[in-house]
């Protein structure tokens, strides 16, 4: 389109002008082209200096953008290059998912890998490789072994993303307190100074780009500054000491993802991210399993019990007993029970290093309430609060994961509860620094707890995350993660609750990444225990969610007692799955409303989620993903005619129709309302 | 969504706000809700003067706004009213269209009628009409027969419509020279200040709005002019002397339309404008029949022939001859001759008054060929060019029609080539009046050119035409017209070629009035005879127009020798129909990229046609609509990989699939390009 009031072709020169410059004008270009010819990337040296592009469809994605490590001690590797060598490679197989949003997924990309020598002294040897997508590319930087470069320490990556134009973006400031629970803002890019990845932006001529990292391991996460003139540029979360990166050759960086789509629906539908990690390393996964829990959480956000000891404890035996009743009634394969160990009574906001993580209070009998799980079906799953006390728990880590293995506990919720940068780590002084949740000393603390707990059996779910940058397909004991304002903000008045349209911008953003432990499910909207806060949803929308907001272990968060007040919404959050065969997007406008269908992996039902903002919406949805010929059974969970997150939340209606692949369904939202519907073959 | 860096919890107690004010709040509100409870109309009066709202699914979407007529003489119909009474009914049935876009159409509105008595001396009666329906609403006004109130002049129409916000809209100026044949702009509301209409607008929570009026007879037509504070008041054309209206009671106003979408592709589907026309009043019509057509008209444009009589005029019995065998071979129901007639010699921009419509210049033979064409198995289709000679052309008009129905000529073209407001109208008084296109002389001219040509059995496609307001319900013999910038632009070096954005925002703008004869399909993009001039398109783009781009006389508007040194494309151009079973809209960005399909009235084939402006894209199509188990063959013709409106505009594939209705074809669409696919069932 054009957006202006001047004539076409006026408009329209400006843009030839701006056209893609051919591989050929440049005697230094060295290109690769994704299999589908959408996405070309061009690298080229200017005075030494790499610098790369990204085309779309023949005209500009990103604009020639600066390539470089600077380092700490010695040469960089930024300038005084030449090319050695540069080779192609295509690679295309589709690889089986242990879970997730869909069972297989292509893996197909032309490769250009350039190798860089300077003329230093010592010289630099540095390879850049490009990933060609139909999705998008992919680059990261490899130091290979050289001689004069063992340790090093990199204080700047230069790697720079100079956009088209001020494309309009969706953004969270980086370096704040709260880690990344914050309400997402929604400005031309050049009005931050700082954003976190994912960074989903929209042209004016209608493409949506995101920007982000793959398999972020041993280095720190990026973020990325605003330079006020549509380029951004890579900023690393530093150590403490200002250092950004501590590494040694041989290394790889993690990948620099860029993916765009004609529309937003498309960011949702990219495997890149997933496509740029390494394939799975665990060799049984008969022990990871997707599934739905409840827990003994949503009552101490309520205020209604604690998770200290004391008067209205919550974790304990007898209630826990409860849960696992109910859970065990209603098919949940995991109960969630935090407050159950030692250490709270002490706070834990930022001060956790006195928790222990095998010592369960008096009043809750771990290994009885383990085993009588087991026997009713379900499992508890287990908590490891750190209150920000790394050390403490680095030092407990295997104990812990060894002990739930024995209990048969093969799931486990972490959290990191602590401002940041305030994670205490000892130096080799001797004293305490205070580090980001997303330094790489952080990363590297991650990291090393999803694998101890692989080796143990045991599922991770990360509360106050390092991000997800795809680890999960290497590490699918990584099931999910917090890392965004999830549904216990709606219970904190002080905060501020979620209003309607978070959860049609968080799967634009966030979620570009993986995975969302949002906590869905409350049916209680109302809150009488917090009689100033309430959900800013329909019932509708909130069983919409298990459907937009994915999480393979799903949580109903809501209590026991308020699922049995409402049967009718609870019928569906006990039959969704938690794992699916395939995943499609129908209606996506960022922060206006979502439609997605999925196939359950293990059944030939599909479900359809739609969410709205705070406008009630029309959407017409084809039901092209149902098998043609066949019969289906629509159990529908939508919002009546008056229905409205304000005035009405409970408005809601739950009916059946017989519909095939070849109807389209009117989709109607009520304001801050959803619609859920569950596709069973009619037989 | 919510456009801001402030906190959602502030945003949104905005939007509370300015939320639905309940019928209940105002004792004297009459209210209608469409019968899927997506639109309500709310009637008031305020101190005596009409007003109505419309809320979409909760929320506003056209606030408080005005109503009324402003008379010249006696009390008008503004103010000082009293509701003498108010009633509500249901309508709903599903009517059967003679050709178009889809075969048959529901109609289903719920209906308000408020009656109003004013205190004013004589007093006045007036009907207010509201229909709601779930893609919009209708208003119009009905003034019944009365004391003291016979024929009258309307000197304004209050009717306001205001907006929520200062929507983006797409939008071209009223009162220019040169009829509606602009680009459109692209600006807030508050930026321009006369519209005409369709005037669409997008919200920044994702509705699309489209403001029009339906059943445009015996009134002149509505123009939007922008207060600046975001409300458009309509501004109807007026006669030379001022007066907008000169009419009698009783009479009904056209229908003012609101349609409203969430997504524009809702837009194109609407079919709110016909719903709001009176039903088909010609009895047989085994005569009108919808087709392609070639011409001698491109050769004119190019120059190397002209409509006048001389050394290269181009409508000689042996060029017409030749057009006729070409037609006859290939299949197509019409050849257009333009230039056949005595008086292109004197000039005929807004010069007309010495053509004669029934006069053959003497190197074409009229009778003859017309007699040739029909035992080839074709047509000729005649020409009437006014050059804005309307009276003269009202004094042939009979005589003109009767001699083609006697020739076996079922279709006209009109045209009406002058400059406004210049259309010489002789007053009472003996003088000429220049008047607009688009005032009540005109409507009134246009409409009975249709209903005399509708006695002879003849079609009609009127070029600079009165805007589509869906009158061929009604008249089904009115097919097609122009009132847009058509292909011919793309010959004309000195107005500048249509950009390639121009038919994605044709579709979603002029064309949610009805049909349009674009006259596409040039496979010699270059133009060797104009060589500064080109068509910015690809190959398969200019296919693609013949499912975007709807007429039901649709033009192979190129040479015959052109489409026989190109095949390939010609094949598609060959198969296309003109008449449709049903339509939908795919991928609808506007001004970015537009994907239909539409089935073939007479056979099980299907159409897809994609376009994008001057952005490659790659948009995922799922093949839905395809009859579920049944295997198609589709025969696509598609953009090169090196294909680029600009580089490469012949870059042009054609190949063969199979798939079926659980299939997604990836569309990738070069810059400037298209896609035209046909799906045949294979067996």
Known sequence: MRFSTSSGALALGALLLAGPALAQDSPAAHTVTSPGDIHTVTFTLRDGAPFYRVDRLGAPLILDSRLGLVLKDGPSMDADFTVADSSTRSFDETWT???????????????LRVQLRSDTQPPRTLDIVFRAFD??????YEVPEQEGLGAFEIMDELTEFAMTGDHMAWWIGAYQDNRYEYLTNHTPVSEF?????????????????????????????????STGNATLEADLIPWSDGVRVKTA????????????????????ESDLVLNLNEPNKIEDTSWIEPGKYVGIWWEMHLGTSSWSIGETHGATTENT???IDFAAEHGFSGVLVEGWNKGWEQGWVGTGDHFSFTDPYPDFDLEYLAKYAVEKGTRLIGHHETGGGIENYERQMADAYALYNDLGVRAVKTGYVAFGPNLQRTGADGQKHGEWHHGQWMVEHYQRSVEEAAKHQVMVNIHEPIKD???RRTWPNLMTREGARGQEYNAWNEEGSNPPDHTVIVPFTRMLGGPFDYTPGIVELLLPARPNNRIQATLARELAHYVTIYSPLQMAADLPENYEAHPEPFAFIKAVPADWAETRVLHAEIGDYLTMVRKDRDSEDWYLGS???????LLKAPLAFLTPGVTYTAQIYRDSADADWESNPYGFIVEEKTVTSADVLDLRLAPGGGQAIRFTPAE
Chains 1, 2 share one sequence.
């Open 249 to 268: 050759a041989p290394m790889v960086t993690p990948w620099r993802t860029i993916q765009a789509s004609d529309g937003p629906g498309g960011l949702i």
């Open 97 to 111: 998912t242990v879970w997730g949003e869909s069972d297989s997924i292509r893996n197909n990309y032309n490769e």
């Open 135 to 140: 999705d998008g590319v992919g680059l990261r």
């Open 321 to 323: 007993k409860r849960y």
């Open 611 to 617: 969410t709205t903002d705070e406008h009630g919406r």
């Open 469 to 471: 940058t795809g680890i």
């Open 193 to 225: 100074e700082t954003a976190i990845t994912p960074l989903t932006m929209e042209t004016d001529d209608g493409v949506a780009i995101a920007i982000h990292e793959a398999a972020l391991l041993n280095y720190s996460s990026m973020t990325l500054r």
